[in-house]
């Protein structure tokens, strides 16, 4: 069953189940799958939908930082609500053991050598952590192995 069939599902249940908190979260998602296929007159696959999912992942965490900091705990607690329900869709995370043999492995395959080839890492990467790795935390482990 594809990303988007298991969303499709999710909302089904959420909706006999009576919880709101879990059908507006998979609406949300759902409804930006389908402006992303609208707007590029795609039928998204797996990975384009692993993408969405990310993107609303990174979006929940910035807007819960800004409402802890503003001291609005409330709203800061439905961020985390609904992170945790995005992350239910989301592959397992990798290890840092893990994502170090990767950056080794992407260091060789692409033959980098210095900081001028972090762009021939990430982009061996990115297809093999996405929704897997925060991608920000990935940037720093490469750097510091390329700069070491």
């Known amino acids: 069953m594809s990303l988007k ?3 499709k599902e999710a909302q089904k249940e959420a909706m006999r189940a ?3 908190l879990r059908l507006g979260t998979i609406r949300m998602a759902l409804a ?3 402006q992303k296929e609208i707007d590029g007159r795609v ?3 797996d990975a384009d939908v692993l993408a969405v999912l990310t993107k609303m992942m990174k979006q929940r965490k910035d807007a819960m930082q800004q409402f802890e900091d503003a001291g609005r705990e409330d709203l800061a607690e439905q961020e985390r ?3 945790e329900v995005i ?4 592959p397992q995370a990798l290890t840092s053991e893990e994502l170090d043999a990767l950056i080794a492995e992407a260091m060789t395959e692409s033959g980098a050598s210095g ?3 972090m762009g021939k890492v990430m ?7 996405q929704g897997r790795a925060d991608m920000g935390e990935l940037s720093k482990a490469i750097k510091a192995k390329l700069s070491a």
């Not at 982009?123 to 952590?129: A, D, E, I, Q, R």
């Open 123 to 129: 982009g061996w990467l990115k297809p093999k952590v």
């Open 5 to 7: 069939e298991s969303l």
């Open 87 to 90: 992350h239910s869709f989301l």
């Open 81 to 83: 609500n609904e992170m």
């Open 18 to 20: 009576k919880d709101k």
């Open 32 to 34: 930006e799958i389908k």
């Open 43 to 45: 039928e998204l696959e």
């Open 115 to 117: 900081m001028q080839d």
